[in-house]
Structures are given as structure tokens and as C-alpha cells.
């Protein structure tokens, strides 16, 4: 291999480790939904400690119009709204990433393979 090859490829890996920043998932399970608290092994999350799709919680969905099936007939509604339950149950497992020494990213819930 050229001496100019070898420069070049140390300049990616170092490059690419310095730009990619990988972090682990971790996996906590939900001991509260309201109030938010998920354990990451013996540590506890709170709502200040996590960034969490708001989907997943409780929360309402406005439409202006929305159009669907019920039965066999279409249906339109105009100006209204969704409410949701949250996707989050006590006892679930969901996929963390710790973003730093105070803060977590919630992903996803999971769960094992049926």
C-alpha cells in the first residue's frame, strides 16, 4: 500500500470516530406513567431527566377534516379532535440512550419476541 493510502485511510477512521458517536441503548422499564418514572437499573427517571416522543404519552390530536371507514361506509368529520391513551404501560420496557451525566432519550417501547 502507497505511503499516501495509508495517510488517507487514517485520516477517515480518525475522522469518522471523531463525527460518529454511537451511543448504547439501554433498556428501562416503566414503574409510573403519571407521573413519568422509568428505571434504568437503580437509576430513576423523571420528566426533567427525559426527552420522550410525546406520542407515546396521553395526548389529542387536531384535524381539520378526517376521513375513514366505519363498517362499510366512509365517513367525513370536519374541525375535531383524537384523544390517546398513552402507548405506555406499567411494568413496560422501553430503549433508552443517555444524551449526557442528566438527560435520556427515549426511543421506543419493546418488548420480548412472541
Avoid at 500500500?1 to 477517515?12: F, G, N, R
Avoid at 470516530?17 to 434504568?40: H, T, W, Y
Wanted: charged residues 25%; aromatic residues 6%; negative net charge.
Amino acid at each position: 500500500m502507497a505511503k499516501w493510502e495509508e495517510k488517507w485511510i487514517k485520516h477517515v477512521e480518525e475522522a469518522s470516530q471523531n463525527a460518529i458517536d454511537v451511543k448504547e441503548i439501554e433498556i428501562g422499564r416503566i414503574v409510573s406513567v403519571n407521573p413519568l418514572e422509568i428505571i434504568n437499573g437503580e437509576l430513576s427517571l423523571f420528566k426533567d431527566n427525559l426527552y420522550i416522543n410525546p406520542n407515546l404519552l396521553d395526548h389529542t390530536r387536531e384535524f381539520h377534516v378526517l376521513t375513514g371507514t366505519i363498517g362499510g361506509s366512509t365517513t367525513t368529520i370536519s374541525n375535531g379532535s383524537i384523544s390517546f391513551k398513552s402507548e405506555l404501560n406499567q411494568d413496560d420496557q422501553v430503549a433508552l440512550i443517555k444524551l449526557n451525566k442528566k438527560k435520556y432519550l427515549v426511543l421506543c417501547k419493546i418488548g420480548g419476541v412472541q
